[in-house]
C-alpha cells in the first residue's frame, strides 16, 4: 500500500512562498485561490522577537472530517491514501469547507473566465489553456500534485522548496527517506489531538 | 382586539388577489437573481473561503426550525391527546409545510453545483448528516402532506397514528439539522448540546410563527382560534422560552468557563462583532417575552402576545445568525494559525464588525428576499383553499356584538 | 589550475585603440570542464515551438542566471515552469519570481510594437498618443538621434542602464559600454545608485560584483544590512547554504533595526539604523586593545599592509625599485615587502629611514582606532558595550587563529568567523567607510580567501599593484588620476570618481547644466530598460530631466511604465521567455560555497536562455542596438568594441583585467567579427563561445549542454588566497588616501576659481578630505543625526521576497499582488512597533503616512514587536506614478519617495543614495 505524505520542517522554512507560487502555477488554480499557503506571524516581545511561518494545504487526513461530511461522497481518498475532490459528484454544498479545521478547502465562487488574473484584461493564454481543469462551483484544495507523483516526480512545493524543507514519500514504506526524517526528528501532525491522523508531518512546531 | 363573532357570521376575507400577485411579483424577482446567480456563480453573493455559508444557510436553519416547531405542536396535540391543540393543527401544518419548503429551497439556491444534484440519490454518503438530513426532510416532507391530506378528508384516526411518526421525525428533522453543525470538530458548533439547542428553538420559535400566523389568519376571519387557545399556547411558549435559555446558558457557560479557545468565541459573541445578534436573542428573544407570557394576565391581552411571539422569532432568528458568522469569525479573534492574514486588520472584537467578513449582497438579498415571498404566497394560498371551512372554535360562541 | 596574473593597464576603449587583453591568449587554456555530463541533450522545445519542455536561464531578479528553468508548452502556450534540477545552482527549485515569468509574457501592459509619440506634452497622466511604427522606421529614428550627437558632441548622448531581460543592459556591450565606445561620459545606471556595494570588495579584493562567504566552513557570521539570500528568498543556492547551515549548527548573527527571517533564525542584535560603522570600529577596537591575541598577527604581518612603513604625510616610505618598505625586527633594518630575508615584520614602533621619521601603518590604524570603545558605539547605535563586546569576542573565538583545514591534499587556514555585509549600510552616508572596513576587519580575522571567510563571488585572482605588493584597487575604486573642469559627465563622476552611480545627480545636472559648469547640455537620452523616475529617488526631478531633453528613446523597454510616458520612442524587446541569448552568470550573492562541493564550479559558467517564439512584434534588445549602430554607419566601432572585450557577461569590466575574465573573450581571434558585417547577436555569441570551447561548440551546442562552466573553482582553488599565497590586502588605505591627494585640490581649485563647487555638491570639500582617509574616520555630523526634530523616527526599506526590486513585472504581477494582499501582513503596510503606534494614535489597520524631510507615501499599519520602537520600516520596492500599469499600484506604499538623491544626501565616495530617512509618522 502506498501511502503518500510530506514532511514540512518549519524551523528552516524561509518564508519565501515559493511553495505558493510553485501550486499556483503547476496547477493555475483561479485568481484568489491557493491550495498552499504560507501564514505568516511572529512571537515574542522586542527585542527577543522573531517571526513564524506555517507552510499549510491540505493535510490528507486519514480519518478526515471532510470525507465523512461529503453527502455525495465527492471528497474520497485516492489509491495513495490521500483525500481528492471528484469535480463530477460535487453540488457545491461546502459542507467540506466547514469541517475542515485547516481551512485547506477553498470554492470556485466564479469560473475562470469571469475573473482573470489581470483584472480588467481577458484572461491570459495559459488561463484560458487550463481554465477548463477549474468548473464553476466546486471546492477545490490540494490534490498532493497526483498527475505529478504518478509520473515519479515530486509535487510541485517540493521540488521547488529553495531551503528543502519539504519532503515527500510513501508513509506505509519504513525506509523512505521521509519516514526516517519523521522519526529523527520527531515530526508530528498539526493540531494533532482533533484525531484527523493527518499525512502532513510538521517539525519545528512552538 | 380580537374580532370575537360566531363563526360564519363575519365575512372571510381570504387572501386578496392584488397580496397574493405582489407576493408573485418579489418572488419573481427573487427567481431573477436566481438565474442570474445560476449564470455567474455565488461570486454575485457576499461569500467567501472565510466565511462560506451565510444568509441562504442561516435561513435554512431558521426555517427548518419554524417548520419542526409548528409540527411538533400540531402532533404532540394528537399523540397527548390534548384536545385544545388539535384544533390548530391544519393551520400548523400548512405552516410547517411551507416552512420546510423554504428550508429546501434555501438550501438549494446555494448549492454551487447545483447541477450535480442528482448525485445526492446515487451515490450516498451516509456518514454525512447532510444526506441524513436529505433523507429526514423527506420523509418529514411525505408526513406534512399526507397530513395535510388527511387532516382536511378529516380522518382522525390516521391522522393520530400519523402524528406518533410526526412528532419524533419533527423532533429528527431539526437534530439532523443541528447534527450539520454540531458534529464538526473545526468549529465553535462543536457541542453535544447543539441538538437540544435546535429543538428548543424549533419549539419556540415554531410555535411563536405559528401563534403570529394564527393571529393573521383569525384577523382576516380565514380561521379563529380563540381566546383560550391563545391563551394556552402562549403558556407553551413562555414554557419553551425557558428550556430554549437553559440550553442556551448551559452552553454559554461550558463555552466561557475554561477561559480557552471557546471563551475566545463567546467574546466575539459577547462583544464583538455577533454580538448585536446575541444580545438581541438574549434579552428581545428570551428575557422580555419570557417575562411577557410569563403571566397570565399577559397572556390575555393579544397585543402583548403578538409582540412576544414577535420577538421570539426575531430572536431565534438572531441565534441562527450568530450561531453561523461567529464560528467563521471566532478564529481571527484568538489567531487560528490557518487563516487568512489579510483579514488580521478586520477587528473580530469590535462591537457589531460583521459586515467586513460577510455582508449579503443585494442579489443574494433579492434571492432571499424572493424565497420568501415565494413562502408567505404559497402559505396563503394553501389557507385561502383548505382553510374555507374548518375553524378551531366549532360552536358558535355567544353571540356578541362584532367589532370594527 | 593556477593562472598567470599580467600587468593590467586600463585600457582606453574610445574609437578601438588600445591593446588586447593577455587574458585573450590565455583563454584557451583555461580549460573548460562540464560539472555533469548530460546522457541525452535534453530536447528544447522552443525550436518547435508549440508543445514540450524548453530550458533557459532565469531573469526574473538581478541574480539573472543564477537558476535555470524548466518551462512546459503546450499549443504554443506556456503552461507551467519549474526549475531545472539540470543545474546545480537551484537544483530543480525556482522562487516566486522566476515563477512569474508567465505572467511577465502574458502581462497585458506590454509594449507590443515600436511606438513614437505623436503628443508633444509629456506627464504621468498624459497620454502620449502612441502610434505604431516598423522597425526600420524606429531604429532609423533612433540611429539618426544618436548620430547626430555622435557628429556634433558626444557627449550630448546621455545613457542609462538597468537591469532589462536581454543583455545590454548589464552585459554584452552594457553596463555603459557601448555608450562609452561611442565616446559619451553619459553612461549612468539608473538602479545602481540603490546598489552601491562594490567599492569595498573592488578596493581590497579585487571582487566585483560581490564579496561572499564561505558557507561550506564558516562557523560564525556577522550580517551587517544584508540578506545572505534567505530574507530575498533567492533559489541559487544561497537560502539553501543558509538552511543547510543552520542543520549543522553554524551561528548567524544578524544586527540591524527588525527581526527578520535571518535574524530569527540566528541571533537578532537590534542596532539603530546607520550606526554600523560604529560597530565595526568598536570590534576593531576590541580586537587591537581589548582581547588578547584579538587578531591574526600573522596574517595581518604577512599579507596586509599593515607593517608599511609610513612618512609623516601618511605616505609609503619606498625603497629600492620604488618598493615600500617595511622594517624586520629581527634584523632591525628596513627591506621591501619583498625582500627574501625578511623575517618578522613590525607592526609596532618608531624608525627612521635615510633621514625620515615613520612607523608602521598598523600603528596609525591602531591609534585611528583608540576612542572608538564599545561604549562610545553604544552611543549611536543603542547596543549595550556588553553585547558589542560579546561579538567582538565571539569573532575571535570562531576564528580560531592558526588552525588549519585540510582540502583536496592541499593545507590551508581555517577563519570560520567573518562580517559582510550589503545595500543597508553602503546606502547610508558613511556606506563607504563601512564597506571598506569591514572588509579591513575580516583582515585582521584573517579569513580573507580563505575557508570560512570572505571571497569574491566571482573568485577571481587578486590584481596586484607589482610595485607595492598589495591588491591594486579597480573599476570603481581605481585610484584617481584624471580629473576635469568644466565636468564632463552629467552624473558629476569628475567630482564623485568612485560612484558606483550617481544618477540622481544627473538628474539635477540635466535640468540645469550651465549651473552646475557644464558647458553642454545634454540632448538625446537612451534608456536601455532603465526608469529613473521611479527606480530611486527624487521622481520629480527625474521626471523634469526627461522633460529637458530634445529626444528620449526608451530602448528595450517592456511596459507602459513611468519612462514610457515621457518617452519620444520605444524599442520594445522580447519578454524574458522569449529571449534566446546566454549570459556568463558572475555568482551568486551571499554564499560562495555550499555543501555541493561542485558549487564554485558551477556557480560560474555561461548560461542560454532559449527563447519563446515572440508574440508580439518586438525585437531582441542587443539586435536593436547592433542595428542601430548598422545604421549609423559605426558597425566597426560595434564589431571592435566586442573583440576586444568579448559579449558575454560584463564586458564593461574586462579592461579592468580582472582574471578569470569578467567575460567570455574571444581567444581564437579567426572567429572574432570581421569589419564591415553585421552580425546579429545570436551569431556573435556563437562566434565568441566557438572563439572560447572550440569549432564545434558554439551556440547549438550551447543550447545541448545548458550550461558551460567557465573557469570554475575546484577543491582548494576556490580559495583565491590560496591561488595567490603573497598578495598583501590593504588594511592601511593608501591608495584612497592617493585617490584623495589628488582629486580635492582640483576641487579646491575649483572653488577658489569662482565656481561655488560647494554649494553646488551641498558638502564641504574639508569633509571630502576626511573621507578619503587611510585610518579609521568617523564622520561627525552626519545627515541622519541632524534632521529637524519633528522627525523623530527612523524608516528603512527591508527585502521582500516578491517584491525584491523594480524589474519587469516584479510589482505588478497580479498573482503576487493578490497573495500578497491575501496573507502578508505587510502588504503595503508599514512596520511600526505596538508602543510608537500607540504614542501616535495609530492602530492595526489604519491608514497611516510616513512623511520625510522629502515626502510621503502611505500605507497600512502593521504593529509588530519585530521592529525597533525608534523605527519603521517599509517593505519591498513598490510604488508606482502611472496609471498606466495598473491603478491600483499607484496605492502601494512606496520607501523611494521619502528618500532623496540630492547632492548632499549620498555618500560622497561611493555616491550611494541614503536610504535610511528621518520620519515622522500620523493617520492619514
Known sequence: MTHYGMMIDVSTCAGCDACVMACKYQNATPHGMYWCKVIKGEYGTYPNSGQTVLPIGCQHCTNAPCVRACPTGASHYDENGNVQVDYDKCIGCRMCMGACPYGAREFNWGSMDENPYYEGFEQTPYEQMRASEHPRGVVEKCVMCNGRTAQGKEPACVQTCITKSRVFGDLDDPDSEICKQIAEKGAHPLMEELGTRPSVYYVGLQ | MAKTDIAGTAPRRPFSKTMLAVFAAITAVGVGCWVWQLMSGLQVTGLSDTNNWGSYMIFFMFFVGLSAGGLIVASSAHVFNIEPFKKVALPAVICSTVCICLAAAFVLVDLGGIQNIWRLFTGPNFASPLIWDVCVISLYLIINILDIVWIVKGDERKVNVLSRFALPTAIAVHSVTAWIFGLQIARTWNTAIMAPIFVASACDSGLALLILALVWLERRNIFRTGEKLFKSLSGLLAVFIAVDAFFIGCELLTMGYPGGSEAEALKVMAFGATAPFFWFEVVFGLVVPFVILVFAKNREKRGLVILASALVVLGVFCKRVWLMLTAFIAPYAEHVPTMMTDYLSYDAMTFGSVAPFYTPTLPELGITVGVLALGVLVFMVLCNVLLGKASADPAPAVAQKSEG | MNLDTMNVTRRDFVKGSGAVAAAAALGSA??????????????????????????????????????????????????????????????????????????????????????????????????????????????????????????????????????????????????????????????????????????????????????????????????????????????????????????????????????????????????????????????????????????????????????????????????????????????????????????????????????????????????????????????????????????????????????????????????????????????????????????????????????????????????????????????????????????????????????????????????????????????????????????????????????????????????????????????????????????????????????????????????????????FNTMDGNDQLIEIFDRMGLIDLWNETANENGCIGYSALHQFGQQPPASVVFADEKWKLQPGVKYTAEEMFDRVLKSNFGDDKGLAYLDEQKMLPYNGFYGADIYPSHRNQTIRFTLYLEAQKRSGDFLIPKLREVQESGFDLEERIKYSIDEMRRRYCAVPYWPENRVIDNQPPEFPLFACNYRQPFYMFRLANMDQDPIRRDYSAKYHPDNNAVLVHPSTAAENGLEEGDMMVVESPFGKTKGRVHTTETIRPDTVAIGGARGRKTSWMGKDLLEDTSMNDIMSGDFGYIDPIHGGVIDTVRVKIYKA
Not at chain 3, 544586527?255 to 527571517?261: E, L, Y
Not at chain 3, 537590534?270 to 584579538?294: F, K, P, Q, T
Open chain 3, 30 to 615: 583555461l580549460a573548460f570542464k562540464p560539472v555533469e555530463a548530460f546522457a541525452e541533450a535534453p530536447q528544447n522545445a522552443a525550436n518547435e515551438g508549440t508543445a514540450g519542455e524548453v530550458y533557459g536561464h532565469c531573469r526574473m531578479c538581478m541574480l539573472c542566471g543564477s537558476c535555470s528553468f524548466v518551462a512546459t508548452l503546450k499549443d504554443g502556450v506556456v503552461v507551467n515552469i519549474e526549475g531545472d534540477p539540470d543545474r546545480a545552482n537551484n537544483a530543480g527549485t525556482l522562487c516566486p519570481r522566476g515563477k512569474s515569468a508567465i505572467m511577465n509574457l502574458y502581462n497585458p501592459h506590454r509594449i507590443k510594437a515600436p511606438m513614437k509619440r505623436t503628443n508633444p506634452e509629456k506627464g504621468l497622466e498624459v497620454d502620449p498618443g502612441w502610434v505604431e511604427i516598423s522597425w526600420d522606421e524606429a531604429l532609423d529614428t533612433a540611429a539618426q538621434k544618436i548620430r547626430e550627437c555622435y557628429d556634433t558632441d558626444i557627449r550630448k548622448l546621455v545613457q542609462m542602464y538597468s537591469f532589462a531581460p536581454y543583455e545590454s543592459g548589464h552585459a554584452t556591450l552594457g553596463i555603459g559600454l557601448w555608450a562609452h565606445a561611442l565616446g559619451t561620459p553619459n553612461a549612468s545606471s539608473t538602479k545602481g545608485q540603490m546598489c552601491a556595494i562594490h567599492y569595498g570588495g573592488c578596493y581590497t579584493l579585487s571582487a566585483f560584483p560581490t564579496v561572499n562567504y564561505d558557507g561550506k566552513y564558516v562557523e560564525y557570521l556577522v550580517i551587517l544590512g544584508k540578506s545572505v539570500g534567505y530574507d530575498s528568498g533567492l533559489a541559487g543556492g544561497d537560502a539553501r547554504t543558509f538552511a543547510d547551515n543552520l542543520r549543522r549548527g553554524v551561528k548567524y548573527v544578524t544586527v540591524g533595526p527588525r527581526a527578520s527571517m535571518e535574524a530569527t533564525r540566528g541571533e537578532w542584535v537590534s542596532a539603530r539604523l546607520g550606526s554600523d560603522l560604529a560597530l565595526v570600529y568598536a570590534w576593531m577596537h576590541c580586537m587591537l586593545y581589548e582581547i588578547e591575541n584579538g587578531f591574526d598577527e600573522p596574517f595581518v604581518k604577512n599579507r596586509t599592509n599593515a607593517p608599511y612603513l609610513i612618512d609623516a604625510n601618511g605616505d609609503y616610505v619606498r625603497g629600492e625599485g620604488n618598493k615600500p618598505l617595511i622594517w624586520d625586527a629581527a634584523s632591525n633594518s628596513a627591506k621591501t615587502w619583498d625582500d627574501a630575508t625578511l623575517t618578522d615584520p613590525a607592526l609596532e614602533g618608531s624608525f627612521e629611514v635615510n633621514g625620515t621619521p615613520c612607523r608602521p601603518a598598523f600603528v596609525a590604524f591602531k591609534e585611528a582606532l583608540k576612542d572608538f570603545t564599545p561604549e562610545w558605539a553604544e552611543e549611536y547605535s543603542a547596543v549595550p558595550a556588553e553585547k558589542i563586546r560579546e561579538i567582538a569576542n565571539n569573532l575571535v573565538t570562531y576564528a580560531s587563529f592558526g588552525k588549519t583545514v585540510e582540502i583536496d591534499g592541499k593545507t590551508l587556514p581555517l577563519r570560520p568567523a567573518a562580517v559582510i555585509i550589503g545595500r543597508g549600510i553602503t546606502n547610508q552616508e558613511d556606506g563607504t567607510l563601512c564597506d571598506i572596513y569591514s572588509r579591513v576587519l575580516n583582515m585582521l580575522l584573517g579569513n580573507i580567501g580563505y575557508p570560512g571567510g570572505i571571497i569574491s563571488n566571482m573568485y577571481c585572482d587578486y590584481l596586484p599593484n607589482e610595485t607595492d605588493g598589495t591588491t591594486e584597487p579597480y573599476f570603481e575604486a581605481k585610484t584617481c588620476t584624471t580629473f576635469n573642469w568644466p565636468p564632463q559627465g552629467l552624473d558629476y563622476a569628475d567630482v564623485y570618481p568612485h560612484r558606483h552611480s550617481t544618477n540622481t545627480l544627473m538628474m539635477r545636472t540635466m535640468c540645469d547644466p550651465e549651473y552646475y559648469g557644464f558647458d553642454y547640455k545634454p540632448s538625446v537620452v537612451v534608456s536601455c530598460g532603465a526608469n529613473p523616475i521611479t527606480v530611486t529617488a527624487d521622481s520629480e526631478v527625474a521626471q523634469q530631466a526627461m522633460k529637458s531633453v530634445d529626444y528620449v528613446i526608451y530602448q528595450g523597454c517592456y511596459h507602459y511604465d513611468e519612462m514610457s510616458m515621457f518617452s519620444d520612442l520605444l524599442l520594445p524587446e522580447h519578454a524574458s521567455l522569449e529571449c534566446h541569448t546566454c549570459h556568463l552568470f558572475p555568482g551568486n550573492e551571499g554564499s560562495a560555497t555550499n555543501t555541493d562541493p561542485n558549487f564554485a564550479a558551477s556557480n560560474r559558467g555561461i548560461v542560454v536562455r532559449k527563447g519563446l517564439a515572440p508574440m
